[in-house]
């Protein structure tokens, strides 16, 4: 079974995706998410230029070869590019092979190690109240995990949290340059100790509570963030500074009990290795989409298992159905799963490309039983919403200084 032609699509139903179709010449294809937010079309062009004509004739089984020729052959290692790239060749060869062996992707990597996958929702409000309430909605929803966020106030916009009079969360399809946001870490302080405090007060004990902090703090500082949170007993304090140097991430736990996750935007293994080895870490974000695909989230949730760091794969509304769903697979078998943030599955033309049998309920999903991933794309509903260049915004601090992530 070769590969005889790889198709790339860009489409923009709400937000741009890139997918991949790998077609064999026994007629078979497979799909892939290579979507890198506001930087989609340097993947397509990697893809079309660099990465298609070098596997035409190969064979479709050979998932780990491959990966291995577009890693280490390239003499280029790593980079978000590459890695999106490879990792949308990666997903459709998985789901060329599910569909050769007439098995769900999931029972290729070891079968099912429980009934469902946890989720966590988010609830992302102008105010504490406005985010409250919507924590509530989600709780009479059945979910049991809720990702708290809110607005700072005294700043003009914080990220994420666009209220109800947009479209939710970041805009997309419609900033054809950089927006910049403002950031003030004692504005976000005075804030978000009270937003945990007045949940715990509204929401009870019972649901587990997350938050994002972006990496807008220092390592000091989130040690602080930390400390100030424990009464208040969250899952996971996401992202609290970056951690390029992952040593600083021993300030940080030096500190506090607060259990502590990051990844999402990390490429390898190697991003991670010393978060994870030295226990750093509580959950690791890494995304099939962003780190090389399913083979390599395989290998970082086993490398993980050994530290006891449990896997939260990335869930934004710029990662594709397609990558939700191979994550669906990684978290049915992953012995270390651990949850897996969820925002719905994008805008009803979103729904029309990208169609899948996921079903959830009370808070968790169940993987789709179909041979492969599980997911159809629709060529031509996908056609109708041609891409639009657009921009995540830059954050600076209030004297104009460009500010972390
Ligand atoms: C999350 C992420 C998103 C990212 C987005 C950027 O935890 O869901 O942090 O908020 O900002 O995916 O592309
Ligand atoms: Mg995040």
Known sequence: MKISDIKIFVTCPGRNFVTVKVITDNGLFGLGDATLNGREMAVVAYLQEHVAPCLIGKDAHAIEDIWQYLYKGVYWRKGA?????????????????????????YQLLGGKSRKSVGLYAHASGDDIADTLLK?????????????????????????????????????????????????????????????FKQAREKLGNDVQLLHDVHSRLTPIESARLGKLLE???LLFLEDASIAENQDSYKTIRQHTTTPLAIGETYNTIWDCKDLIQNQLIDYIRTAATHAGGITS????????????????????????????????HLNAWAP???????????????????????????GAAFVSDKPGLGVDFNEDAAALYPYKRSYLPVSR???????NW
């Open 297 to 328: 989230l395989k290998r970082i949730a086993d490398f993980a298992g050994i530290y006891n760091v449990k896997t939260a794969p990335h869930g934004a509304p710029d990662l594709s159905p397609i990558c939700f769903a191979a994550h669906m």
């Open 81 to 105: 590019v590459n890695m999106a790239a490879i990792a949308g060749i990666d997903m459709a060869l998985w789901d060329i092979k599910g569909k050769v062996a007439g098995l769900p992707v």
């Open 135 to 195: 924590a509530e909605a989600l709780m009479a929803q059945g979910f049991k995990a809720i990702r708290l966020q809110s607005a700072v106030p005294g700043l003009k916009v914080t990220y994420g949290v666009l209220g109800d009079k947009e479209n939710y969360y970041e805009l997309q399809g419609n900033r054809p340059l950089p927006p910049e946001e403002d950031w003030s870490t004692p504005k976000y302080f005075n804030m978000v100790v009270e937003l």
């Open 231 to 233: 009464p208040y007993n």
């Open 397 to 403: 601090l209030e004297d104009g200084t460009l500010w």
């Open 336 to 362: 270390n799963f651990g949850i897996q943030e969820f925002v719905g599955f994008g805008t009803q033309e979103a729904q029309q490309i990208f169609t899948h049998d996921i079903q959830v309920k009370d």
